[in-house]
C-alpha cells in the first residue's frame, strides 16, 4: 500500500487521548502524570477555555535537568519550562505540512485544532507509524 502524505490530514494522524497540565503546578506534578498516562507531552490550560500558552514536553523537563538538580522538580512550574508558544496547526494540514512545520520549528509535537478548539496532538511519532504502515 502506497499512502502520499500530501492526502492524509493531521486529524487522521493525530491522538486524541489529550492530557493537560497547570501553568502553577510544579514539574514533578506534571512528570508524574505523564508517566501516568504514559504521554511525553501535556497542553497547558490558559486562563479561558481556548486559550493554550504552551505545552510541556519530555525534552522541555529533560532540558531542565541539563542546567538544574532533579531537586528543582518541586520549585520549578510548567509556565517556567513549557514551550511557548504552542506551535499548532489546523485539523486539514496535510502531514508534508506538519513535517515541514516540525523540522522549522524545532518541535516534535503540535497541538491539532479545529478553529480554536484543540482536538489532538500530532507527533513525529505518529507521522512515523503512519508511514511505516504505508510503506507494508
Known amino acids: 500500500m502506497s499512502t502520499d502524505l500530501r492526502s492524509v490530514r493531521a486529524e487522521q494522524a493525530m491522538a486524541t487521548d489529550l492530557c493537560w497540565a497547570e501553568p502553577h503546578e510544579t514539574v514533578r506534578t506534571a512528570a508524574m502524570r505523564m508517566r501516568e498516562r504514559r504521554v511525553r507531552a501535556l497542553l497547558v490550560r490558559g486562563a479561558s477555555e481556548h486559550d493554550l500558552p504552551g505545552i510541556l514536553t519530555s525534552k522541555d523537563i529533560v532540558n531542565l535537568l541539563g542546567s538544574q538538580d532533579v531537586s528543582a522538580f518541586d520549585v520549578v512550574t510548567v509556565a517556567d519550562v513549557m514551550t ?53
Open 84 to 136: 511557548r508558544p504552542a506551535i499548532c496547526v489546523g485539523k486539514d494540514t496535510n502531514l508534508v505540512d506538519c513535517i515541514n512545520l516540525m523540522r522549522m520549528s524545532g518541535v516534535r509535537r503540535m497541538p491539532v485544532l479545529d478553529g480554536i478548539r484543540v482536538l489532538g496532538i500530532l507527533s513525529s511519532s505518529d507521522v512515523f507509524a503512519l508511514a511505516l504502515d504505508a510503506a507494508d
